[in-house]
């Protein structure tokens, strides 16, 4: 099936999938609830302003394409109620939809902002397990993820979600990498190096690496603030 979807697909898809896990109480939803959680202020980029005709219309194409399913009311309710079908029609288990609907809603991250910002829908125990994620859903068939090249200046490595419309895919500010010429040879005026891709896994071990060497930096500075705090104040 053709995954590729519109900013405002992504927008309502990525609610529902994060909402079903943050919030099961109030799910599924209404329109009304599906409108106000594409409009959040916090957690999304961007932030937007949907009103409820367009939502509307969003879910019933969503629905056409087998994403989205409606619920009727039930008895004594008024309102009709959405879910989506994201975990069955792409194979998304509950990890899968936590980091796949953080980048539906914010764009490209690394991952260690992926831990962080998932923690409210599903407790990753390390930032080797977000990386497994990642790997795992970069090869699936068609990939759902893909790293992109490390921006210059950038230490982490940032990781994007496929279902983006064709020509719509996001690039590092500083452009894509290109291949180093081979030893001792210049590269040929006028004729850039060609993009490289790098591994995979190679990424994805790289930046799980960094984010649990700056895990351990913090804690070591924790500690030396507080051996510093007791030197100050012997006490008695």
């Known amino acids: 099936m053709d995954t590729r979807l519109s900013p405002i697909e992504r927008r309502v898809l990525g609610v529902l999938v994060e909402k079903a896990l943050s919030g099961p109480d109030y799910y599924p ?6 409108v106000a ?6 957690n999304r980029d961007p932030v937007m302003e949907l009103d409820e005709l ?7 194409e969503l629905r056409r394409r087998g994403l989205v399913q409606q619920v009727l009311p039930a008895p004594g309710a008024r309102a009709d109620r959405y879910k989506h079908l994201a975990g069955s029609v792409f194979g998304w288990g509950p990890k ?15 991952v ?3 831990r962080t910002r998932c923690a409210r829908m599903y407790a990753f125990d390390s930032p080797e397990h977000v990386a497994n994620v990642l790997e795992d859903l970069a090869g699936r068939t ?4 893909r790293a992109l090249p490390r921006e210059s200046g950038r230490t982490h490595v940032r990781f994007a979600h496929t279902l983006y419309l064709e020509g719509e895919e996001p690039a590092p500010a500083g452009g894509p990498a290109t291949a180093a010429p081979p030893s001792g040879q210049a590269a040929p005026a006028g004729k850039p190096g060609r993009p490289v891709a790098p591994a995979f896994e190679d ?6 690496r960094v984010d649990a060497l700056a895990d351990r930096l913090d804690e070591v500075l924790r500690r030396v603030e507080a051996l510093e705090a007791r030197r100050a104040d012997p006490g008695p």
Not at 96 to 106: G, K, T
Not at 203 to 208: G, I, K, T
């Open 112 to 114: 260690g902002e992926l």
């Open 96 to 110: 899968d939809c936590a980091v796949m609907a953080e980048l539906l809603l914010r764009g490209p991250q690394s």
């Open 37 to 42: 959680g594409c409009n959040q202020k916090s």
């Open 29 to 34: 939803m209404t329109v009304g609830q599906v």
């Open 142 to 145: 068609p990939p759902m993820v």
């Open 54 to 60: 367009t939502v509307t219309r969003t879910l019933e």
């Open 203 to 208: 990424l994805a071990a790289l930046a799980s």
